[in-house]
């Protein structure tokens, strides 16, 4: 895997790193197999969903900020709060992510706003952290639950597969052999590159550890695999600013945010960057509108940080 150097902004830029065009409104409801955390456009309309899974020991709503500026350019953005105490082991939360999956055709709509109308036909699945894990899990085949939707794309954000190489997660989907992944659907992979240091130096402990991050999903995706890499920021810089306070409300939680290197930028935008590649992925996978998507990896400079296209080294 290796990295091509951002190249200078362009003139021309894209819109998917601002706010869209509609207002988003945050609902929770507990009417689901999990708590949702729901966040949809308010205009009436149809819109394709995305289904989204949390980090470990992160609320979904530490995700506000990320989640409505997906949801702005025209998304319902589906969020289950994935409760498993063992952190290492997926096959729970995986399922619970499953059934969540099969409840969307029943009981999506009518928790959303009046004539706000969800497209199932057009499902996407992604990630954070060990939420982006248990994604790719679930796209694979591990749930022991029957779906009865399919998701048409995946996207990792820093997905991680375990705290370490001895102490992986389970279900064990890294295999580290390249291009291994059996999926015939298209992929994002966005990486960090603080994620993988250590805030102490001397102690060799990260949040997304070398290995089991970023750039052994995307070795392990085949050809319809995109990657990038945002280097100068850390594991957990497109949560909220009062993430660790107001939403992960556990020690453990204040804990492990503290474990995560930041970088020095405004961690806005970083949530732009981030927010910007999952909506150009959504729009050309989900609606067939490829422009942003193309604009970016032709000339990644155009998003509001220090943006990499990560390139497949194997042949």
Request: hydrophobic fraction near 40%; aromatic fraction near 6%.
């Amino acid at each position: 895997m290796a990295a091509l150097e951002a190249r200078p902004a362009p003139a021309a830029a894209t819109d998917v790193f601002k706010r869209g065009k509609y207002t988003a409104k945050p609902i929770t409801t507990c009417n689901a197999p999990k708590t949702l955390f729901i966040v949809t456009p308010d205009t009436e309309g149809t819109y394709p969903v995305l289904l989204f899974l949390h980090g470990y020991n992160i609320c979904p709503c530490c995700y506000t900020n990320l989640l409505e500026h997906i949801s702005s350019h025209g998304y319902i953005v589906v969020a289950p709060r994935l409760l498993s105490l063992c952190s290492l082991y997926g096959r729970p939360d995986i399922n619970s992510a499953a059934e969540v999956a099969n409840w969307l055709s029943s009981g999506l709509q009518p928790v959303l706003p009046e004539n706000v109308v969800p497209d199932l036909s057009r499902l996407a699945l992604a990630g954070h952290s060990r939420g982006g894990y248990l994604a790719f899990a679930l796209a694979l085949g591990n749930a022991n639950v029957s779906m009865n939707l399919k998701f048409l794309t995946l996207i990792g954000i820093d997905p991680v597969a375990g705290a370490n190489k001895c102490m992986k997660m389970c279900p064990k989907i890294l295999t580290g052999v390249p291009h291994s992944f059996n999926l015939d659907i298209p992929v994002m992979v966005i990486g960090t590159g603080l994620g993988g240091e250590s805030v102490i130096g001397c102690i060799p402990c990260s949040c997304a550890p070398d290995g089991l991050n970023y750039a052994e999903f995307f070795n392990e995706c085949k050809d319809n695999c995109l990657g990038f890499v945002i280097p100068d920021y850390g594991h957990m810089d497109m949560l909220d600013d009062d993430y660790c306070t107001n939403c992960i409300g556990t020690s453990i939680g204040a804990i492990m945010g503290s474990m995560c290197k930041s970088g020095k930028g405004g961690k806005t935008s970083m949530m732009e960057c981030v927010g910007g590649l999952v909506v150009a992925m959504l729009m050309a996978h989900l609606e067939g509108e490829t422009g942003d998507l193309d604009a970016i990896v032709d000339e990644p400079g155009i998003a509001p940080v220090k943006l990499e296209v990560v390139e497949d080294s194997e042949p």
